[in-house]
């Protein structure tokens, strides 16, 4: 599992980085004392570093150029500035890529695996597949695959994503905005429909499974998943 | 000339009255040698011409630099003579301006502290808005969405302060590069993507030809749209469910243009709307109107060297088209 080392001077915003990176399945370590970030990385030998720029003592530039020193693993810079010249201090330093504040988890996450697969390579990286459970129904978001009851149906992008948002969510509700959002890619423009017939496919799929009724509707606010399905026994 | 004729004026005329009162006493007093008179009064003339030409030639600098108006600053410290009031003359200058350059310094000084103190705080404001946003991820909706939404609100509001700050110093902050027009609509539609979705209108593009690219500074016109694209979808919300992008050709020059089915602008305000903290019958209408959107699109926009256009219609509504000159537009090259 990889370890992914956290520096950021913030103790909530370090917090939310931990739980979302330990939710993806790797090692989160958040650094606390932040004159002896070297001294942690030597003792932690971390796979990537989450660096905040604007840290007490000494700035996050000034720690990339001393991991650098010893180590080549990735440095992702996460700042405040969204300045040109800021991106290429951080580039100048040491680092591999910049995230800026406020920051969407789910771009922290792709700029982490990327990183990870650029320096260690795609399959070098042991990490287990990701998989969302719910009742006995089986998410796997990487292969856009969905199981219950040793039965298998295959979903498209779209369906997936909002599955996963669904059974994230659980049991509170996804809300329609997080769910369109999802659904927005840089090449087609969503709107409201696309939300609906993907909605009705999703509820299609989890019929051919066996499951009915179990994407409910909630007005002005979004969508629930509830477990109406039997758990299988484990 | 002029100015030392008029200052020299009286002593003329006292010079010519005491050379008629010396000649009527000498007259009266009996001597009647009229040549021997006219002479001594020619003398008194002589003597006084080359008085006043000297006294011109020694100062005309002086009296140049009195008549002339100014061009810099700096043009106050030319010397202007070694009389002794120009000296004077040169020596309050200096102090004068002395003075005034240390004082212009002193406000450059506070302005640019200013400056700086808001940058910072802005960007400090930056990470509690990151832990609010994500500490709303976590709650149940709407209150997270609702949540979502007013910090995407500050965050706007924090940009446009950055924005405005940094237009200042937009001169050192330019990097002129060739943008492709779709991408940059691409990118900032991702951006705003929640806005679209929870005003429920929603973009739609089209461009008259691939790969419409110009010469522009991307990160200002990302902004710009970002105000356009705003403004259209603020004004849409609940009366139309999109707004149309388009990127097009019009004899060269290369068209971005914005374009909703919204409220429109009442013919009233259509002249001031890039005026500072002018906000419109509009404006007062919906919330969360600054009146600075459009001033600083224009700003922005007369620095890069685009130009802006603006059609609208009450109840029909509003075009925005940003124009970039043949020189700019770099398709097809």
Known sequence: MEKIMIVEDDPKLAEHLRQFIAKYGYEPVVAKDFEQVIELFHQEQPQLVLLDINLPMF?????????????????????ARTGEMDQVMALENGGDDFITKPFHPDIVMAKIRSQLRRAYGAYAAKQAERVLETAGLQ??????????????????????????SLMERHPRVA????????????QTFVDENTLNVNMARVRKKLQELGIEQAVETVRGAGYRLRTTWEEPDA | MRLFLKEHALLIVVQLIQFLVIFAVYWMGGSRKLLLGLYSIFLGVFFLACYLIYHYMSRSRFYKKLCTELADMEAVLEPSGRAPVAVALDQVLKDQYRLYTKQITEAEERQEGHLEFMDRWVHQMKTPLSVIELTAQN??????????????????????????????????????????????????????RRYY????????????????TVETDEKWLFFILSQLIYNAVKYSAGKSDHIQLSVYERGGFAILEVSDEGIGIPSADRKRIYHKFFTGSNGRKYRESTGMGLYLVKEVCTYLGHGIEMESEVSKGTVFRIVFKPSQNLTGM
């Open chain 1, 59 to 79: 700035d996050g530039y000034y720690w990339c150029r001393q991991i650098r020193l010893v180590s080549i693993c990735p440095v992702i810079f996460i700042s």
């Open chain 1, 139 to 164: 998410l796997f978001p990487e292969r856009f695959e969905l199981r219950f009851h040793e039965q298998t149906v295959s979903l498209t992008k779209k369906e997936t994503d909002i599955l996963e």
């Open chain 1, 175 to 186: 809300g329609r905005e997080d769910l369109l959002e999802k659904l927005w890619d840089e």
């Open chain 2, 139 to 192: 709650l149940d909706e709407p209150d997270s969405s609702s949540l979502r939404e007013e910090t995407e609100q500050l965050q706007r509001g924090l940009n446009t302060v950055l924005y405005m700050a940094r237009l200042r110093t937009i001169e050192k902050d330019f990097h002129i590069k060739p943008v492709e027009l779709s991408k940059l609509i691409q990118e900032v539609n991702m951006e705003h």
């Open chain 2, 197 to 212: 979705i929870r005003s429920g209108v929603y973009p739609q593009f089209s461009e008259s030809r691939p790969g419409i």
